[in-house]
């Protein structure tokens, strides 16, 4: 440390100990097969893109479920999961669209956010009928269940919905293409 020169194998001489030595540890960070390089930002962009989804689902589900809890007592549990999803959707578009696919939030977009989760809606809400009618479940625990069951869709949906054509993670990855284009509506987001 005192020199500042010490010998450390760098990103390619661990990723060709890995590869080529066959160190049969299963870690081989930094290698790639030949030609993924152009693959691998974007990646790595749609990786990020999906933690950040799966953040913002878990405190939606969070405040879905809180919602339904306090409205729950007061009401039938398929009208308190109505009210619940829709103040949680609401946080969820602000969320998505400036955290997780970090685009500037539209009424277009805020029109078309709760008709793009109509999907998640009726997964979540027949789910929520089967476990509860048919499975016996618990009416406080069955919502968090039928909740999970239903983010692959919300997932997909609220992408194609909150993302311009042409943009996504791949292309966030590589930056805007000028100003005025589609993907000028990316944007860094002041949250990340």
């Known amino acids: 440390m005192g020199t500042g020169r010490e010998e450390r194998p760098g990103p390619v001489g661990e990723a060709g100990r890995a590869v080529g030595e066959g160190s049969g540890s299963g870690s081989a960070e930094g290698a790639e097969p030949a030609g ?12 990020a893109e999906i933690i950040r989804f799966g953040l913002v689902g878990g405190v939606n589900t969070g405040t879905f479920f809180g919602f339904y809890l306090l409205l729950h007592p007061w009401m039938p549990y398929l009208a308190a999961n109505s009210i619940a999803f829709v103040l949680s959707m609401i946080g969820s578009f602000f ?21 793009a989760n109509l999907t998640n809606f009726v997964v979540q809400s027949t789910g929520l009928f ?10 406080r625990i069955a919502p968090l269940v039928a909740a999970v069951v ?3 869709f919300t997932y997909l949906i609220s992408q ?5 054509r042409g943009t996504g993670a791949a292309t966030a990855a590589s930056g805007p293409s000028g100003p005025g284009s589609e993907t000028d509506e990316r944007q860094p987001s002041r949250l990340a």
């Open 160 to 164: 194609r919905i909150l993302v311009p």
């Open 36 to 47: 993924s390089a152009g693959r691998s930002p974007a990646l790595r962009a749609r990786l």
């Open 130 to 139: 089967v476990l509860v009618t048919w499975v016996g479940m618990d009416e």
């Open 95 to 115: 969320l998505n669209t400036y955290f997780t696919y970090r685009t500037r939030p539209t009424w277009k977009k805020f029109a078309l956010f709760p008709l």
């Open 150 to 152: 239903a983010i692959p």
